[in-house]
């Protein structure tokens, strides 16, 4: 077979290009090892420091205040030596880590140093647990972990669910059976950097969602991948438009998202409603389970949600979007509102 000079020339370019993308993936794949495995043995080092700082402390604890001498002590000669990395804040952190992961083998290779400084910090163990869990599950890096943490994930999930559930999803050890055992209230939306005094139309916010569409769907919960937006339904010569339109495959379910602006309207649970039918009829398989609708509002009154809402209703969800992180105080009054809600 003969190839024309041309021929050749775009052969041999095709050729280069394939073979310079595979070294660079080759590449790529090294250094990412190489740094895993240096951060790695990072992690190691901070935890066995802690660990011969936490039983010298210990041989000294008669002495009142040896441990604070002590490290100040370590890092007047460390830090000059060897860095910021050996600081007296440092070095109090690694007597932490030490404290709170007390096992060597218990240590997760896929956690990074930046990871662990945050973890150490959280006083709650089920805490802890949950956002290792979650982390390991999704991968998450540093700036996610940190993100989760600050918009109070874990107390977000508890407003709806109890504390072995929440951590038995998390670790993977049971599918969630219910939407309110990912799906939170609030949700969280500071990501898409809107100004929460503002004024906005539900296509401003639609369009902040699917410019932040990968944000977005680790705050909506776990298993979600986006579908459509602005889906176009016909009802006997009708036009409609579903927002938004996402599939779960951890509850093996179409997802449709509506948004609303304005404090929710019980016809607005109509409207939505009307939308779960229609997936349910027509968009539906045999072996998928019913669909589910999410109201996604600026502001809700529970008890008109609830009585507008059949009693057994388990598929459409009313859940208001804040575009700023919650602080703790406000968590613990939204805790504090479900129990007066379960009281009799």
Known sequence: MCYSEASYKIMKVKLKKELVEHIESIIASAREKAIRSVDT???????QIGRVILEEEQKGQERANYGEFLIK???NTLEPQFGSGFSKRQLELCRQFYRVFPIANALRSQLAWTHYRMLVRLENEDKREFYIAETLKNNSSARQLERQINSQLFERLLLSNNVQDVLAVARSEKLPAEPKEIIKDPMILEFLGLKREAA??????????????????????????????????????????????????????????EIKTQKLKHEDLGQLQMYVNYYDRYEKQEFENPTIGILLCADKNDAMVK????????????????????????LIAEVKKEIEKLKP
């Open 73 to 75: 002590s370590l890092a």
């Open 200 to 257: 906005y139309y539900e296509k401003d916010l639609e369009v902040a969602i699917i410019t932040h569409l990968q944000d977005f769907l680790l705050e909506i919960g776990n298993g979600f991948s986006f579908i459509a937006r602005q889906k176009r339904i016909h009802l006997e010569g009708d036009e409609f438009f579903i927002d938004l339109v996402f599939y779960n495959r951890l509850l093996q379910c179409f997802v449709v998202i």
């Open 307 to 330: 009585i507008t809402l059949p009693e057994n209703n388990k598929t459409i969800i009313a859940s208001k979007y804040q575009l700023y992180l919650p602080t703790e105080q406000q």
């Open 41 to 47: 043995e990072r992690v190691l080092m901070y935890w």
